[in-house]
């Protein structure tokens, strides 16, 4: 109950793009709030992206705004992540986690907080 899945990962040279998908395999999405994390070597999980039950509000990480762009499709029970102009510090294991949203999760820092569920991740390693 409530698998998360991510796909999309792979290995891609600097200032490429990739796309990262994340599915609930045995539930749906449309009642959770979505959020993307990440993971490089030797360092700590980051939250990088959020975006609201609804797909109206985002939010993102100074370090990847401008070139990240989180989206969902309600219909289709998907999120996803577009990733532009990758860098070599993006490399990392990128994870999706869901929670249910209220209106104090209307902010970057409060939505990559306290998720209930999460995927396995995806690694993304961007070459140079």
């Known amino acids: 109950q409530f698998q998360l899945v991510e796909s999309g990962g792979g290995v891609v040279q600097a200032g490429g793009s990739l796309r990262l998908s994340c599915t609930g395999e045995?539930?749906?999405?449309?009642?959770?709030?979505i959020a993307w994390f990440r993971q490089a070597p030797g360092k700590e999980r980051e939250g990088i992206s959020c975006i609201s039950r609804d797909g109206e509000d985002t939010n993102y990480a100074d370090s990847v705004k401008g070139r990240f762009t989180v989206s969902r499709d309600i219909f289709n029970n998907m999120a996803y992540l577009q990733m532009n102009n990758l860098r070599p510090e993006d490399t990392g294991v990128y994870y999706c986690?869901?929670?249910?949203?209220?209106?104090?999760?209307?902010?970057?820092?409060?939505?990559?907080?306290?998720?209930?569920?999460w995927g396995k991740g995806a690694l993304v390693t961007v070459s140079s």
């Open positions: 045995d539930f749906t999405l449309d009642q959770w709030g």
């Open positions: 986690a869901v929670k249910y949203f209220t209106r104090d999760d209307y902010n970057f820092a409060s939505c990559v907080k306290r998720m209930r569920y």
